[in-house]
């Protein structure tokens, strides 16, 4: 779009001579709230906190100018200039790889466009990006907030005070809770806290997975609250609600919203992707807010800041099951590539294998890439026909996860993409080529964690084989060890 | 500096790495646009076609053939209304589900840049239909502006051509004043509007997908009763 300036006001036009796309005008005026306007309730609740395009807005441009005008609508540019580069105003790409150009019908002239964010409605050098700046809808409280019955362990309870205490005090706090510690529970007492303030909570994860699991978890534990879950394709895109559940994707269309970000996960993506995942959240979050971020896996950096006192953080070392970590053993099983190109296995790993189909323990096996996957899997299934191998573009992986759980798949080959997420209550866990370095100290640490997940079978084998131990295998080794001496040290192990 | 400098590839975004033999195989001035798991992704339409509309004969039941013609297009050169309009269509790709994925961002999302990764196959073909009048099919007013680009138009800069743009949407609005049989008898969606004499011209349509080829005969229909002497049509999928 184009626009002119009239009397310290944007005024969109396609035809003057003097008019510009809104990314080459210097400074956006932002005429004063008009008390006495009649603003329009619908667009007050789907725009405030958030950054929307025109596009994504089911009214008249007309009505959204006449909301700029009297003070109730901000327009902000889609592709800001620092320097000479440019910044996505959204997703906050200044990669030029991720710009390109195109003849743009919109303002006729060559526009710029984002295609890093491209997905969520393209961002061009003419596109405004449209918030909120009246009044914020009030929200009705119900008596009870939260009717959530359970218990914490005593670990989640020093973990679950931490937090409220940061959503009060709007602090910063990560919560270093190993896998199977139960998080999501940590979290309700601070949920409460701040629903019963009137403030606006978000948590934000990578995974869609998650959002739609954690969905009817917090519905139920807050019956009376509007919760909106956010994922690709999802319904409650328009919907405000003081409890937000989103990928964080769709943080992208949120600005100075919440009171309270909850990160999940935040190790789950490469540091560039986890890059602008923080510039997502930082931009969602109000500029004096909480932000809590959930890991059982911090990279060097958020540890070495934790541990020299520079990030406030809280541990949770135990599982909720009172019992420690299995800790993983390494195995050397030679090059093992090789030998796969003769299709043949190490016998150290076939016997592991075969113990557990002999025994009737289920098992995850890991491998570093597809190829060797899928080599391996014709020979692993001389031992048994029903072995699967799983990775992120089978079409059946669901299935496949499926009938691990129903006990049809004795041993599941599988690439990372199974490290986190799912759980299976009593399996082993082996990792074929621990040295490749797909392998981190985080993805092997959530490997590890796979194992011994239930009350009922707290105990599992984790076996690395490798042909030459890395650092990374170490340092998983080691935090997982210093987890379990914190539990017992607190005393929250049996 | 790299003397390599890493390309990305604008489908996948993934690194395109240099295969044994790749740097000997590929002069130079190819660029390389793309990595070669997409490109193989894209099928390639090859062997035998139907002699209008470019729908390969291995892909449907040998009942649906007629003699030369696919089932579709002998119906329409049945029908004297449309017989003869269209001499040929020439797709580059089968219309697979990795090719719709690209096309949509394409075109619906707007990410332009998708246009040159065609590009490189369109202008082969193009020089092979030179010379002619190149029209892409047009948009509406609204499509454009909500695309800020059409997609058949940029495919043609992009190919290095000049697009012709004497084809325009007639106006949903206009069309409904008509009356319902008015609408009904003349179909009419698109109008000529040009200075330039179409009198014994080749003209070339292009689109970025045949799929019924009803839009591209309409267009054919309209431009030959404007004087063009033949009218084939070029599109990335079929
Ligand atoms: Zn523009
Ligand atoms: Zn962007
Ligand atoms: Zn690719
Ligand atoms: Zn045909």
């Not at chain 1, 009030?138 to 907030?145: E, G, Q, R, V």
């Not at chain 2, 646009?33 to 449907?60: A, D, N, V, Y």
Request: aromatic fraction near 8%; charge should be positive.
């Amino acid at each position: 779009m184009r626009f002119i300036i009239k009397d310290e006001i944007l005024i969109p036009s396609n035809t003057l001579d003097d008019s510009l796309p809104i990314s080459q005008i210097p400074a956006i005026p932002q005429p004063p709230i008009q008390p006495n306007y009649l603003y329009n309730r619908e667009l007050q609740q789907l725009l405030t906190g958030k950054q929307l395009l025109l596009d994504d807005i089911p009214f008249p441009l007309n009505e959204i100018q006449s909301h700029y005008e009297n003070g109730y609508i901000t327009y902000r540019k889609g592709i800001n200039q620092s320097g000479k580069k440019p910044i996505c105003a959204r997703c906050g790409n200044k990669n030029l790889q991720w710009f390109e150009t195109y003849p743009c019908s919109c303002c006729g002239e060559t526009c710029l466009y984002c295609r890093k964010c491209l997905m969520m409605g393209r961002i061009s050098g003419c596109t405004p990006l449209i918030g909120w700046n009246g009044p914020v809808p009030d929200t009705i409280l119900p008596a009870k907030i939260s009717q959530w019955k359970g218990t914490l362990s005593k670990g989640q309870m020093e973990a679950s005070n931490r937090v409220v205490d940061a959503i009060r005090e709007n602090r910063e706090l990560l919560v270093w809770a190993v896998c199977g510690a139960g998080k999501t529970e940590v979290l309700f007492a601070g949920i409460e806290a701040a629903l019963a303030a009137k403030k606006r909570i978000c948590i934000a994860t990578p995974r869609t997975d998650v959002v739609l699991e954690l969905t009817p978890r917090l519905k139920a534990a807050f019956p009376e609250i509007t919760v909106a879950s956010l994922y690709g394709g999802s319904e409650d895109r328009h919907l405000f609600a003081p409890l937000t559940i989103a990928t964080t994707h769709q943080l992208l269309r949120f600005y100075h919203a919440f009171d309270t970000v909850i990160l999940d996960e935040v190790d789950a993506f490469p540091f560039t992707v986890e890059e602008s995942l923080q510039h997502a959240a930082l931009q969602a979050r109000k500029p004096s807010s909480a932000m809590i971020y959930l890991t059982a896996t911090p990279n060097e950096k958020w540890q070495r800041e934790c541990r020299t006192g520079k990030r406030p953080f809280t541990t949770i070392p135990a599982r909720f099951h009172r019992h420690p970590l299995p800790v993983p053993e390494f195995v050397w099983c030679g090059n093992w590539q090789k030998q796969l190109q003769k299709d043949k296995l190490p016998a150290n790993l076939l016997s592991w294998i075969k113990e557990r189909i002999l025994a009737n323990k289920q098992a995850l096996v890991f491998f570093p890439h597809i190829p060797l996957m899928e080599k391996s899997l014709p020979i692993l299934r001389l031992i048994a026909p029903t072995i699967e191998a799983v990775h992120a573009e089978d079409p059946e992986r669901k299935e496949k996860v499926q009938k691990v759980r129903a006990e049809e798949i004795p041993l599941l080959l599988t690439t990372t993409i199974l490290e986190r997420g799912v759980t299976f209550p009593n399996i082993d866990v082996a990792v074929i080529g621990a040295e490749d370095s797909i392998f981190t100290e985080s993805a092997l640490v959530q490997i590890a964690g796979r194992a011994g997940r239930s009350k009922d079978h707290p105990d599992g084998v984790v076996t690395f084989f490798h042909y030459g131990k890395t650092d990374e295998m170490l340092k998983a080794r080691r935090q997982i060890m210093a987890m379990n001496r914190e539990g017992i040290k607190r005393g929250l192990l049996d | 500096m790299n003397p390599f400098p890493q390309d990305h590839c604008l489908i996948c975004h993934e690194i395109i790495r240099p295969t044994i033999g790749w740097r000997a195989i590929f002069s130079i001035e190819t660029e390389h646009l793309i990595c070669q798991p997409c490109e193989r992704k894209l099928e390639r339409i090859e062997g035998e076609t139907c002699r209008i509309c470019c729908r390969p004969f291995h892909l449907i039941d040998e009942k649906f053939r007629k003699g030369d013609l696919c089932h579709d297009c002998f119906r329409w050169e049945e029908d004297v209304e449309w017989q003869g309009f269209l001499e040929k269509n020439t797709s580059l790709f089968l219309y697979n589900d990795f090719l719709k994925e690209v096309i949509a961002k394409f075109k619906f999302r707007g990410d332009y840049v998708l246009a040159k990764v065609f590009a490189q196959f369109f202008t082969k073909k193009l020089d092979q239909l030179a010379p002619a009048i190149l029209v892409p099919i047009p948009l509406s007013e609204v499509r454009l502006y909500e695309r800020g680009f059409n997609q058949a138009v940029a495919l043609l800069v992009e190919s290095g051509f000049v697009p012709s743009e004497i084809l325009t949407r007639i106006h949903s609005e206009k069309q409904s004043k008509k009356s319902r049989l008015e609408r009904i008898h003349l179909q009419q969606v698109f109008k000529v509007d040009t200075e330039i004499t179409l009198e014994g011209q080749r003209i070339v349509l292009i689109d970025d997908i045949y799929t019924t080829g009803s839009t591209v005969r309409h267009a054919a229909k309209l431009l030959k009763r404007a004087g063009a002497a033949s009218i084939q049509s070029l599109t990335i999928a079929r």
